[in-house]
């Protein structure tokens, strides 16, 4: 039996329901084969990632849960502002890190060259700043979602859908999903029918970067 490319996936939203915290394992699974996915959240993040403070709170607290993998082949931090990747390079070596972000931005830029990002803060994730600088048209925050939690109701659905629509008036081409909080939802395929253009979903993307490294290491 050909022997899986284990991924280490590190969620930023804390949860006690294993169900949830398997979400985007069990998605980059269904779309990737040869892929195996284990899944773990980080401690005390009852409303994830959603300003730089918290990012720094939490940053310490990714690396240590990278660390908690045993014998992975890759660690993706499935969050669109990468918070970690960074670290977790320094902190083991000759492993590949990825994040929701840089993953994203690189889609994004094959499909067209105005970038809309919507996402759940008013600024850029570092990927996207450091890739696609001159590609980003407007950052998109719904009106009443301030995390990943208002996410999860009707109205924080309804309101990134309206926000959709917005930024596609503006002159986007393609818009790039700023949270994988938007996968947890799976609100892209919503988004795209709305909207008549394509939607990087950062989920994917990164699971896409997983499967190249699968293939890579064969």
């Known amino acids: 039996m050909e022997k899986k490319f284990t991924v280490g996936v590190i969620r ?5 329901d294993q169900n949830f915290v398997d979400l985007h394992g069990r998605i980059i699974e269904e779309h990737f084969p040869g892929i195996k996915c284990i899944s773990k959240c980080i401690p005390d ?3 994830g990632i959603h300003s730089h403070e918290l990012e720094q709170i939490a940053i310490p607290k990714i690396v240590e849960t990278a660390k908690s993998f045993e014998k ?6 499935s969050c669109a502002d990468d918070p970690g990747v960074a670290e977790i390079q320094k ?23 105005k970038i809309a990002i919507l996402g759940i803060v008013d600024y850029a994730p570092k990927a996207y700043l450091r890739m696609i600088p001159d590609k980003i048209i407007t950052v998109g925050k719904p009106e009443g979602v301030d995390s990943t939690l208002d996410l999860m ?11 959709a629509r917005e930024i596609k008036e503006m002159g986007a081409e393609v818009i790039a999903l700023g ?10 395929g919503d988004i795209e ?13 990164e699971g896409l970067f997983a499967y190249f490294e699968s293939i890579r290491k064969q």
């Open 179 to 188: 949270c994988t909080g938007l996968t947890t939802i799976g609100i892209a």
């Open 72 to 77: 992975v082949d890759m660690i993706i931090v």
């Open 12 to 16: 930023v939203l804390t949860s006690e």
């Open 193 to 205: 029918r709305e909207t008549g253009i394509p939607v990087i979903d950062p989920v994917l993307a």
């Open 45 to 47: 993040q009852p409303e």
């Open 91 to 113: 902190a083991i070596p000759g492993i590949p890190v990825t994040g929701g972000g840089e993953a994203t931005a690189a889609l994004a830029a094959k499909y067209g060259g």
């Open 153 to 163: 109701t009707a109205e924080g659905r309804e309101s990134c859908l309206r926000k």
